[in-house]
Structure formats: C-alpha cells, structure tokens
C-alpha cells in the first residue's frame, strides 16, 4: 500500500495563481501559474522537504519516493 499526503490546492482569483500549502509536508508553500506547474513544484518541493525535516527517516522510509 502507498503513503500519501495531503496538500491544500487553490486559486487565487486576484493573483491569478495556484497556490499549495500542507500540514503534512512542513515547509511546503508554493505557487504557479497553472495547475500542471503546481503539481510539478509540490513533487519536486515535497521530496526535499521530507528528507531536510527528517519526516522519510521518522517513518522508516527510503529517501526517494
């Protein structure tokens, strides 16, 4: 079975940007112009965030994901 983790996505209407958050990846607050760039930056952005918190570690898992 797969772990997953959850991360907040919306729109901000007056920036006119995507925008990430999550109480599950500390850290991780990002934005991009389109939905597919989010999605990207949350993966790229999640992988280094858990392993400078420790989080991969603490769970017993591998650093890449």
Do not use: H, Y
């Amino acid at each position: 079975m797969a772990n997953a983790l959850a991360a907040d996505i919306q729109w901000d209407r007056e920036a006119e940007v995507w925008i990430a958050t999550s109480n599950a990846i500390p850290g991780l607050c990002t934005q991009a112009d389109s939905l597919r760039a989010l999605l990207t930056l949350i993966k790229d952005l999640a992988a280094e965030l858990l392993v400078a918190n420790e989080i991969l570690k603490q769970a017993g898992l591998p650093k890449e994901f």
